[in-house]
């Protein structure tokens, strides 16, 4: 017996006890080794096969890494302007609020140019689920200080280290975001284990039953790695942010209401 | 005779995007605008129609809501003053390059900067020439009547559907704040989920079904020749709009040795100057550009035969004029006449405009 014929035998499909799902399209991903969005596009992917809501989900791409993610999800997408995503949803969801609205933006997206869209989408409790993901730092444009990038942390703009007192400070805008009436949910997760995969692909289920339920927004962070943008092994990458981001950034719910 | 009433053209932008059946507004307050918002929240289509009316954090929130519902194939329109539009831009291009269709209304004022609240025609060359980056064009109806402030929100939908492009409403403070008798448009219902899914279903963002591959809005081709073959495709929606969607009034125009070309308020100003120089014995008539793109340029071009000369009159330091002079092309004298700064110009002022800068008197 050849080897592929040995393998084919192991994975014959009596023996599968996972598949991928089909709402996660074959197409190669642009992400690098080591990042954390492919992780998570197959847990939203996941979420909306298993509750039965692909032809009833619409997602918003942000700009950025992830401005691409209409290529991975089987699913309509509307791709926004740099920071707006959580305005298209808003339009999306009240034009057709028996559908399934979310967002998906990374630090750059939502903590600073689209500061304001995210704020007020949250404190209107817009009945829309947003992704956050925090990798503190630009990965598109070649890895430059983010709003939630750390102290002292090596950007492509803060070659020295940030500087708080030039830069101000890494933004805990989950934070800020639980404070507001408008959030139902809000939790920061990760997935950098398959018991950490586990916990966001449950945040993901509550988020989009919050929607069914029309109970408002459910806005889950996902604390990230950007090897690239890092400069660090895909393994090194997970344990810096396990020491550094962990830390400041600590997981957990914040509101469930 | 239907409807027929007195109202201000901002409260009949409301009135007639309610009664053409319209989906969402999403607007910013600013002057000299604001009624129309006001008029909405007032008119609660929500229980009526259906219509959602949504007061955005900003202007740049307003414009991207409309890319959101415009992108689920819905009839959504903002609207919003000079310093207001300037923050759309990026939207605006964005609703073009996804072909999305789209209403704005720009009641503009004096600029630049904060300008004034008052009256002014400044934002020709923002509405007509781009405004945001990248080659692309509106659609730009310029009412001059209350009149037309009704019955261009119906006319700017269909536009904005038939290309799938952003439509522009330009008017200004004039004809946003003037109250003239107006006969409003019948009621038309809003779109069903089936009859969008007929008009818009193969690129409104609404829900995938198994049978159909995903929709997605976007404007993003990374690839170059890609992206040129799209923009190709552009340029040929817009010339296909010069081609078929020109449209335009002349008025005194079968003897005319001189011709106003005004549009707007300034088209008001320069009827009244036209009686006034033809009492001087002054053969003048006016064109009035009603699409601003595309612009009447075989119309223009047309007159030439017959006339000595032109004044462009705008309330701007000349802007639409550039467009007069590209389709005259130095065949006769063309001048421009504007005041400006939210400055209206009276009727005797144009007239001596006329007699100074084009009979040389």
């Known amino acids: ?257 | 005779m239907g409807d027929v009433r007195l109202m201000k053209g901002n409260e009949v932008i409301a009135e007639a995007a309610i009664r053409c059946g319209c989906d969402g507004y999403f607007g910013y307050p600013i002057t000299p605008q604001s009624e129309i918002m006001e008029t909405l929240m007032i008119r609660r289509p929500q229980e009526e129609t259906g219509m959602v009316v949504l007061q955005a954090e900003s202007e740049v929130a307003a414009i991207n809501m409309v890319y959101g519902g415009a992108s689920c194939g819905k009839k959504v329109m903002t609207s919003s003053s000079s310093p207001g539009i300037s923050l759309k831009a990026e939207g605006i291009t964005y609703l073009a390059g996804a072909e999305l269709p789209a209403l704005i209304v720009n009641i503009v004022r004096g600029g630049p900067g904060l300008g004034t609240i008052q009256p002014a025609q400044s934002d020709y060359f923002q509405a007509v020439k781009g405004g945001g980056h990248g080659d692309y064009k509106l659609i730009v109806l310029a009412p001059a009547s209350v009149q037309e402030m009704n019955d261009f929100v119906d006319l700017s939908f269909k536009l904005a559907f038939k290309y799938l492009n952003p439509a522009m409403i330009l008017s200004d403070g004039v004809i946003g704040q003037m109250m003239e008798k107006v006969e409003l448009s019948d009621f038309k219902p809003r779109w069903t989920a089936e009859e969008i899914k007929e008009i818009s279903g193969s690129w409104a963002t609404v829900g995938k079904p198994a049978d159909r591959e995903r929709n997605i809005s976007t404007s993003l081709d990374l690839d170059s020749a890609k992206q040129e073959i799209f923009n190709h495709k552009l340029q040929a929606k817009y010339r296909a709009m010069e081609e078929n969607e020109v449209r335009f009034e002349k008025i005194a125009c079968d003897d005319a040795e001189y011709l106003f070309v005004a549009y707007g308020s300034s088209a008001r100003i320069c009827q009244k100057a036209v009686e006034q120089a033809r009492e001087k014995g002054i053969k003048v008539g006016l064109l009035r550009p009603i699409t601003l793109f595309p612009y009447p340029t075989k119309a223009i071009q047309e007159m030439l035969k017959d006339v000595k000369g032109i004044l462009s009159v705008e309330m701007s330091a000349g802007q639409m004029v550039e467009d007069v002079r590209l389709a005259v092309n130095g065949k006769v004298p063309v001048e421009h006449f504007g005041r400006y700064g939210g400055i209206i110009p009276t009727p005797e002022e144009v007239v001596e405009a006329l007699e100074q800068k084009i009979l040389g008197k």
């Open chain 1, 1 to 257: 017996m050849t080897a592929t014929t040995e393998i084919n035998k192991i994975i014959s499909k009596e023996n599968l006890v996972y598949g991928k799902t089909s709402v996660l399209l074959d197409n190669e991903m642009h992400y690098c080794p080591g990042c954390t969005h492919g992780v998570i596009h197959k847990v939203i992917a996941e979420v909306i096969d298993e509750m039965g809501i692909q032809d009833k989900t619409i997602g918003v791409s942000p700009v950025g890494c992830s401005v691409l993610a209409y290529n991975y999800i089987d699913i309509d997408w509307q791709q926004a302007a740099h920071g707006r995503a959580p305005a298209l949803a808003t339009a999306t969801s009240r034009l057709m609020p028996e559908k399934y609205v979310f967002t998906y933006q990374g630090d750059g997206d939502l903590a600073s140019i689209g500061c304001a869209e995210i704020i007020h989408a949250c404190n209107r409790g817009e009945n829309i689920v947003v992704f956050f993901v925090n990798n503190a730092i630009y990965g598109m444009t070649g890895g430059q200080m983010a709003p939630t990038t750390l102290e002292g942390q090596v950007t492509a703009t803060t070659p020295y280290g940030r500087d708080c007192k030039v830069t101000g400070f890494p933004m805990k805008i989950t934070e800020m975001i639980a404070m507001l009436p408008g959030t139902r949910f809000v939790t920061r997760q990760s997935a950098e284990t398959p018991g950490a995969v586990r916990k966001l692909k449950k945040a993901a289920q509550k988020a989009f039953e919050n929607t069914r339920e029309n109970k408002g927004l459910s806005f889950i962070e996902i604390v990230g790695t950007c090897s690239s943008g890092w400069k660090l092994s895909p393994v090194k990458s997970n344990e810096w942010m396990k020491e550094n981001m962990f830390p400041y950034y600590p997981l957990g719910t914040l509101k469930d209401e």
